[in-house]
């Protein structure tokens, strides 16, 4: 406010030489370039001691251990899906701990290396999580074995060990997890067979993928039948009446579970198939059933997707 009363001043002075002093005076009391107060001097902060760069690696590691434990122990899908956040937020959190700390400078590249590693780890834990979102990974089976069969877990045993060669232990300690299969079962294998007794056949041409397909009747699955990718199937003594038709398509077939681990799709044929047998003097009538599943599976035939909870087992 000062200042602005003495521009104004100085504007509508006639030249005065008592007016321009003290504004020369005013402008030489502003502290010089050189006056001014310097920059703080860069952080001169030492690297850690080998003590503490030990007690940091093993601080870090145990929570991503403990993860890991859990995952490789998951049963269900849900504890699956949960264990698997868990892991990856573990090794994220060991990652950006480890980035920010100043190693000890004989092992920064093996330092750096084991960073990398750990983000390298969280990124197939998080692909995998992914894949339980999106439907490609079907069970908590196939999201396990997706990341046991990704680089990174031998990538961060190899920058572990690294560190260990050098005096430097690291406290991490990976379980085994399963690989990934193609787990497949004969063509025309039942995997359930139940009360067959009337004259009735059941013909499947099959599509591009496995796929397996149940009769049901009352919401429960009289039999289903695994049908290899482009092969035929035959189903023969369908008693009759009227049947929905279910069929799961996909890749790695999972016994116990009853169901692919991979990129699974859940179908039923709108229109119901009906069965019937009839007797004259002469001669014996029934119905031979034939559905192609490639023609379903690209749009041709009638067929409803369904939650993979609705199909009968």
Aim: glycine residues 10%; neutral net charge.
């Amino acid at each position: 406010m000062v200042a602005a009363g003495v521009l104004l001043a100085a504007g509508c002075s006639s030249g005065s030489s008592g007016d321009g002093d003290w504004l020369r005076g005013l402008q030489s009391a502003e502290a010089t370039p050189d006056e001014k107060e310097p920059p703080p001097s860069p952080s001169t902060t030492p690297p850690l001691t080998d003590s503490e760069y030990t007690a940091l690696l093993g601080d870090t590691a145990d929570p991503l251990n403990e993860a890991l434990r859990t995952l490789q122990k998951a049963r269900s899908d849900e504890a699956v899906d949960g264990a698997l956040t868990a892991a990856a937020d573990a090794a994220v959190q060991a990652q950006s701990t480890l980035t920010e700390a100043d190693a000890p400078e004989r092992i920064t590249a093996e330092h750096s290396s084991y960073a990398t590693a750990l983000g390298a780890l969280a990124a197939d834990l998080g692909t995998a999580r992914q894949g339980r979102d999106d439907g490609a990974l079907c069970t908590g089976t196939a999201a396990t074995a997706r990341f046991g069969s990704g680089k990174s877990l031998k990538a961060l045993r190899d920058a572990a060990r690294a560190l260990d060669d050098n005096g430097y232990p690291t406290g991490l300690a990976l379980p085994a997890f399963p690989k990934e299969t193609d787990r497949r079962l004969k063509n025309g294998k039942f995997v359930k067979d139940g009360s067959r007794g009337g004259r009735g056949v059941l013909k499947i041409d099959g599509a591009a993928t496995d796929a397996v397909v149940t009769l049901a009747r009352g919401g429960k699955a009289v039999f289903s039948v695994y049908v290899r990718k482009n092969s035929k199937a035959q189903v023969q003594r369908v008693s009759d009446g009227d049947y929905t038709i279910y069929f799961t398509a996909g890749s790695d077939w999972n016994g116990k579970a009853r169901t692919f681990n991979r990129n699974c799709s859940f179908d039923k044929f709108e229109k119901k198939a009906r069965f019937t047998t009839r007797t004259s003097a002469t001669q014996i009538t029934y119905t031979i059933f034939t559905i192609g599943l490639k023609t379903s599976l690209t749009g041709n035939s009638p067929v409803t997707p369904v939650d993979p909870g609705e199909l009968p087992k």
